[in-house]
């Protein structure tokens, strides 16, 4: 049986349901295992019968779904096979109801734009400075994905090169060290047995990192070889 957006919602249980909108659903907070087992049921059925507002449906069940934090959990799944959705689509847009509160989506942007940004970003700050950027710049869904994108890639890059660049920082450390071994070759060549030997404590871990390297270079260099 086909049916539409605003039957589906006249027909919502209001002792459970506070608010259905375009983009998600607010139940209340005494909502017990039975009765959200059945409104979950509802909204899966109401979903495969709908001619308009699919979105509208998905985002009421990803907020059923995600509803006290997950305390409810079924199979995601069997819930997708009933509304003749794929199970991937079920489980984003639980995560995406979970990151991105009710309160906090924008009406001037559609779901597929929460998405985006939801499945993209879990740090709520991060989220409300992407929504507020579709926003305000009007980007379509394309627009915003390939923006997201791109700033992701610029992150990634940023990290990678800060990773390449530790190991000459600390390069940089050792040879400052062996610059003043060699300028206070006179004073350690005179130590006395008793230093040396706490010397030889206090650089333990320094003899650790030589004899680890040594040993990482010369498999480096047999495995050339080989």
Not at 127 to 134: D, Q, V
Not at 198 to 204: C, F, R, S, T, V
Request: contains cysteine; positive net charge; proline residues 3%.
């Amino acid at each position: 049986m086909r049916c539409d957006l605003e039957s589906i919602r006249a027909g919502l249980p209001e002792q459970h349901v506070v608010f259905a909108g375009k983009l998600g659903l607010e139940l209340r907070p005494s909502v017990d295992r039975v009765a959200w087992a059945q409104l979950v049921g509802h909204l899966t059925q109401a979903t495969r019968g709908v001619t308009q507002g699919a979105d509208t449906l998905v985002a009421w069940l990803g907020d059923a779904l995600a509803y006290g934090g997950g305390k409810y959990r079924g199979r995601i799944a069997d819930y997708a096979h009933a509304a003749g959705l794929h199970a991937t689509t079920l489980r984003n847009a639980k995560l995406v109801c979970a990151r991105i509160p009710l309160s906090r989506r924008r009406d001037t942007l559609t779901w597929s734009h929460h998405c985006e940004v939801g499945k993209s970003f879990s740090d709520p700050d991060e989220i409300e400075r992407w929504l507020l950027l579709a926003e305000s710049e009007n980007l379509s869904r394309a627009e915003l994905r390939r923006r997201i994108s791109a700033s992701k890639k610029t992150v990634q890059g940023s990290v990678r090169s800060a990773a390449e660049a530790a190991p000459f920082a600390l390069l940089r450390e050792l040879r400052a060290v062996e610059r003043l071994l060699q300028r206070e070759q006179p004073a350690w060549h005179a130590w006395s047995p008793d230093v040396c030997r706490h010397a030889m404590g206090e650089i333990e871990g320094l003899g650790r990192f030589i004899d680890q390297v040594r040993e990482r270079a010369s498999y480096s260099h047999s495995s050339r070889a080989s």
